[in-house]
């Protein structure tokens, strides 16, 4: 008699999630402290060298300007790094089989893997807020935006992640995207500055980059200010995410680079 | 004989021990080459990753403070902050040499090769210690040419800046090395990078004029010996110095001769490496 699993494997789904989650919990001193030190540290050497030079900027001091933006590029950060490194470091070891073989689908894989890069991009983000806000007053614009902004962007790097995981077959390719992509991306989209500061041609480029917009928008849930359209921002967010998520669960359906 | 034997024929077979002189100069040449050739193979991760990580901060910097001109001690920002990314650059990766190596070869239980052959304490420490600062050098080398369009990068006093960079890069080669040791996992190495080489390289100075900085952060700055590094080579590229330089090198030195006793008693003793 076969076992029966419904339209959902429920329990299998929740099982893989749960082993996403304790895969970074597990080491939390690599995986929340270590953003939350970086993030201190950008905070202290940005606002020192600038922010007793620079005017006030959308209404904010520099050092609250540049909260939401380091707090955004953290998530983004970690969400990549744990799902990427999580399927690197299964097809190395030859572990993925575990992944593989239970009776899971592709939907149901692409979710609890993006669950698990969610949920650390969250947590990072919330720790890291939490302990800023213990030294500088953060003021709340909007939680709907800060919200969706926050799950948003921990979703869409959490797929991106699961694509160059599949992509990768080494750590030295992995780490080549993390290098040349992903952090040159999250460091000029604006964590740092205002892209109103951006001559034309660079201002059209930035307002291109969906990660951008995330920053943007996050920013605009704290202090109320945005350089770019809202609701260009929700649309591309938006857009990427589904876009995404349909070519993850399409790559992990054929099982691109996963079966021979 | 259908095949050539040249290869079987031992030279002269002596079973007197070999001599090396005062100096394996063979081992101690070996050993350095194959510690920069692991900077070679994974040149993309080593070389090219930590220049783009400079240029952004610069460009960063340059784009946020927009046309507003910024200066510290003087200087414009960008030649305040560019001996600090150079030094940076240098020191890092000295840092991950040594410590990777180490750390990499126990755990692969391929340190047994290096302690095995027939070399001093000594001889191993000049041999990881040269490779790692000459690591450090071509980084920083490579970093000089990535900054040129963004930064006035000139020699101001060249004796002050070949002093402060060799000295500076040594020291954090050499507490690299010491790290290596003390690591038993990649755990290990991922923490010394993010809880003690990040602060100890971000809080000293580099980004930002310690005069009117509160005094307790001014204290804590001037408790990091790379702060005298960083103002020691800015004095070398600009003129410009926030400390008394000379005694700042003297200080630099002492703590690479005490660093290096220490990493040399790590060597002879084989701590956390020998059973």
Redesign the interface.
């Given at each position: 008699m076969p076992r029966r699993l419904g339209a959902v494997n429920w329990l299998g789904l929740w099982t893989l999630y749960g082993k996403e989650v304790r895969r970074f919990a597990k080491?939390a001193?690599?995986t929340l402290?270590?953003p939350l030190?970086?993030t201190l540290?950008y905070l202290?050497?940005?606002s020192?060298?600038?922010g007793?030079?620079?005017p006030l900027l959308g209404g904010v001091t520099y050092a609250q300007f540049l909260v939401p933006g380091l707090v955004m590029m953290s998530m983004a950060q970690n969400s990549f790094a744990n799902t990427s490194s999580s399927i690197v470091i299964a097809k190395i070891q030859g572990n993925i089989v575990d992944v593989l073989m239970p009776p899971l689908s592709a939907g149901e894989l692409t979710l609890a893997l993006a669950g698990g890069g969610l949920t650390r991009g969250l947590a990072v983000g919330l720790v890291t807020t939490v302990v800023v806000a213990f030294f500088l007053p953060l003021p709340v614009y909007s939680w709907a935006f800060l919200l969706f902004h926050a799950v948003a962007a921990s979703l869409m790097l959490s797929l991106i992640g699961i694509l160059a995981g599949l992509w990768a077959e080494k750590f030295?390719q992995m780490?080549?995207v993390t290098?040349?992509v992903i952090?040159?991306l999250s460091?000029?989209s604006g964590a740092?500055?205002s892209t109103e500061?951006?001559p034309g041609f660079w201002r059209a480029v930035a307002h291109l980059n969906p990660f951008f917009y995330m920053i943007d928008g996050f920013r605009y849930g704290f202090i109320g200010h945005a350089d770019g359209s809202l609701g260009a921002g929700l649309a591309v967010l938006a857009a990427a995410n589904i876009l995404l998520w349909l070519a993850t669960w399409r790559l992990i359906h054929k099982g691109y680079k996963l079966r021979p | 004989m259908a095949f050539d034997t040249q290869g079987l024929q031992a030279p002269a077979l002596s079973l007197a021990v070999r001599r090396f002189g005062r100096l394996n100069r063979i081992g101690l040449m070996s050993l350095y080459r194959r510690e920069l050739l692991r900077l070679v193979k994974d040149r993309i991760d080593s070389l090219l990753g930590p220049a783009l990580a400079t240029l952004l901060f610069m460009l960063v910097l340059k784009v946020a403070m927009g046309g507003q001109r910024v200066t510290a001690a003087g200087l414009p920002l960008a030649d305040f902050v560019a001996p600090g990314l150079l030094m940076f650059a240098a020191g890092e990766r000295a840092f991950s040499a040594g410590c990777v190596s180490i750390l990499f070869d126990k755990m692969e239980g391929m340190i047994a090769d290096v302690f095995m052959a027939p070399l001093t304490a000594g001889e191993r420490l000049a041999a990881y210690g040269s490779a790692c600062v000459s690591s450090g050098l071509i980084n920083a080398v490579i970093t000089a040419v990535v900054l040129l369009p963004f930064a006035h990068l000139g020699i101001a006093h060249p004796a002050a800046l070949a002093a402060f960079f060799l000295a500076g890069t040594l020291m954090q080669a050499l507490l690299g090395l010491a790290a290596g040791f003390w690591g038993r996992r990649w755990d290990h190495y991922a923490a010394v990078l993010s809880f003690f080489l990040i602060p100890f390289s971000y809080l000293s100075g580099m980004f930002y004029s310690t005069t009117g900085l509160p005094a307790l952060a001014h204290n804590l700055i001037a408790a990091n010996p790379l702060y005298y590094v960083i103002d020691g080579i800015r004095y070398g590229m600009t003129g410009v110095s926030e400390t008394a330089v000379w005694p700042g090198l003297l200080l630099i030195l002492a703590l690479d001769i005490l660093l290096a006793a220490l990493v040399y008693r790590l060597f002879q003793r084989g701590w956390r490496v020998k059973a």
């Open positions: 080491v001193t690599q402290l270590s030190v970086t540290l202290l050497i940005f020192l060298a600038l007793r030079s620079l030295d780490a080549a290098n040349f952090t040159p460091f000029l740092f500055y500061r951006l | -």
